[in-house]
């Protein structure tokens, strides 16, 4: 879910601004450059249409975080930064009506590759979504956009929009705290590096200085204070712990750091 994979040359790793419009861009090329890799390795672990919230392994199956399973049966979901769909393709088998929205042209393909078409897919930026509003009862996204935005608040706005009155808004990012660790799955990922607090984001950089990879820090404050600049509730912040099932590493994310620290934060909000 965070960066993993390395480009055809060694990016610049630095920490510096990047706006809304440098950061879609990075976004776009980096995963349609990295779609493949990223399913090949994760496309497993993810199942074809299976409802993961992030590396622990929480299902929603389980966690129920949209709401009883069996009430999902004939609502409109919109599913943002959905790569492959597989989420939304678990939505569909419990009878909702899911469209798949994604930046990348090369995820969505992978979603294509998995059911040829069954699921509606949209090739949008999540800051603009192009939706009339009040389509859809239920909206969610694992992973997806909200770490790779600078300005969470117009996603979290446009989604508002989209909602129909009483919908829910369910997101799982990186967790906030994991920021000020390295990303490395083994004890080098235990000690605290670099400030909380610093929001600069992360940027891979090619020589030109394009940014090919962005990630947006936002403390666990500031994901509050998002949800409600963008006209939502917080209902419930989910820390899945890591089970003992789960052996498997994911980049930074391991069950020796998953019993140790939160890897993975979860948004339930929902509008008016
Ligand atoms: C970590 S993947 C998560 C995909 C899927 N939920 C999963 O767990 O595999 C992040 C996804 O967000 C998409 N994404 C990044 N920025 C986006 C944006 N601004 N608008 C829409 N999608 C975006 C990427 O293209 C990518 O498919």
Redesign the pocket.
């Known amino acids: ?1 965070i960066q993993e994979y390395e480009a055809e040359y060694e990016p610049d790793a630095t920490r510096r601004d990047a706006d809304d419009a440098e ?2 861009r990075a ?2 090329g980096w ?1 349609d450059r990295n ?1 493949d890799e ?1 399913q090949t390795d ?1 496309g497993a672990f ?1 199942g074809d249409d299976r409802f ?1 919230w992030g590396p622990e392994g929480l299902d929603e199956a389980d966690a129920a975080l949209l709401g009883p399973v069996q009430s999902l049966k004939g609502l409109d979901v919109l ?6 769909a ?2 939304s393709r678990w939505l569909a088998a419990q009878g909702a009506r899911p469209v798949a ?4 042209h090369r ?1 969505l393909q992978h979603a294509l590759r998995i059911d040829g078409g069954a699921v509606p897919l949209v090739e ?4 603009a979504l192009p939706f009339a509003d009040g389509s859809f009862d239920l909206a969610c ?5 909200v770490p ?2 600078s300005d969470p608040v117009r ?1 979290f706005r446009e989604v508002r929009r989209v909602l129909r009155p009483g919908g829910r808004w369910v997101f799982s990012v990186t967790h906030p705290i994991r920021w000020a660790f390295p990303d490395e799955p083994g004890p080098e990922g235990l000690s605290v590096a670099a400030s909380y607090f610093d929001r600069t984001p992360y940027v891979e950089q090619d020589e030109a200085g394009q940014a090919v990879y962005v990630e947006h820090h936002r403390t666990l404050g500031d994901r509050v204070r998002d949800v409600v600049a963008g006209g939502f509730r917080l209902v419930d912040l989910v820390e899945p712990e890591w089970p003992a099932w789960n052996t498997q590493e994911w980049g930074g994310w391991s069950p020796l750091r998953g019993n140790l620290i939160p890897g993975t934060a979860i948004f339930v909000c929902e509008r008016d």
């Open positions: 879910m950061s879609s976004s776009r995963w779609a990223y994760h993810l993961v599913e943002i930064g959905a790569g492959a597989q989420c929205l994604d930046l990348s995820q949008a930026d999540a800051g996204s694992a992973y997806g956009a790779f935005v996603v």
